[in-house]
């Protein structure tokens, strides 16, 4: 357990290795349901889970279990 961050903007980074010490692929990636589809300095920009994402990160789109 580490201490909580004082606010701002960070950077999340991730590297994996295999068992003989080689890279292999990895992601980040999130999962929410869009609320807003915005144009922020002429840009797309997708509002989920309380956090902007430009459109060019979406990599998939889909409805929920629930048809909606």
Do not use: F, M
């Not at 430009?54 to 409805?63: D, E, F, K, N, R």
């Amino acid at each position: 357990r580490g201490e909580r961050a004082a606010p701002g903007t960070y950077t999340l980074s991730l590297s994996a290795l295999d068992a003989s010490g080689s890279s292999v692929p990895a992601a980040i990636a999130a999962q929410g349901v869009v609320a807003e589809v915005l144009v922020d300095r002429g840009q797309l920009t997708l509002l989920a889970n309380g956090q902007k994402y430009g459109a060019a990160s979406l990599v998939q789109l889909g409805s929920d279990t629930n048809g909606r």
